[in-house]
């Protein structure tokens, strides 16, 4: 592969930020609105969004780094499972709400074969749809493993333990939590 450059100017003294590469099948769209069409000053201005001009058909534009959502506080342990406290990464834009600083996740191993996580925000009562759920049992030997990063770009992935297949991945980052809004990007197996 050959790149070439008809001019380039650095500024002596700046850091350049280096945002990491997406792939085209992993590219989560900053744009998603039916009909709208996004331009390089929307998405990259307002947005906080990477912009590639010319993408291979069916994939977007305007797209969500691969750094964009929560980092990971801190992990605990709790009887049933994890307690797992998130913060907004500093200086990152959210177009379509204003996103809850501090989010907490409970993950509950609720049986060998049922988990249930929650994400809250834990500052502020919000409303809940009033249902009767499963309490957790006893998960003695699950048949899943979840995984969960101790620091860093917060992701949670689901693993049957039996075959391998990751059930639920949302590595792809893009997690918002905000009012009236809740984005979560998965992998799904195939």
């Known amino acids: 592969m050959i790149l070439l450059t008809s001019a380039l100017f650095l500024i002596l003294g ?5 945002m990491p590469q997406v792939a085209d099948n992993e590219r989560i769209n900053c744009f998603p609105e039916k009909g709208g069409t996004p331009d390089q000053t929307a ?11 010319s993408p291979p058909s069916k994939v977007p534009n305007c797209y969500y780094s691969s750094d964009y959502g929560y980092e990971v506080v801190s992990k605990t342990s709790t009887v049933h ?38 994400f809250y925000d834990q500052n502020n009562t ?28 917060f992701s949670i992935s689901v693993t049957r333990k039996d075959t391998g297949t990751v059930i639920w991945d949302s590595s792809l980052g893009g997690f918002t939590f905000a009012d009236q809004f809740l984005q979560i990007s998965t992998k799904l197996p195939s």
């Open 43 to 53: 998405c990259t201005g307002t947005r906080g969004c990477l912009w590639d001009a």
């Open 14 to 18: 700046h850091v350049l930020p280096v």
């Open 126 to 153: 919000r409303y809940e749809v009033p249902m009767d759920m499963p309490g957790p049992e006893t998960a003695a030997s699950p048949d899943y493993e979840v995984t969960i990063p101790e620091s860093g770009l």
């Open 81 to 118: 499972g994890y307690r797992v406290q998130l913060q907004w990464k500093a200086g990152q834009t959210c177009y379509f709400s204003t996103p809850v600083q501090t989010v907490t996740l409970d993950v509950e191993y609720q049986t060998n074969k049922r988990l249930h996580f929650k």
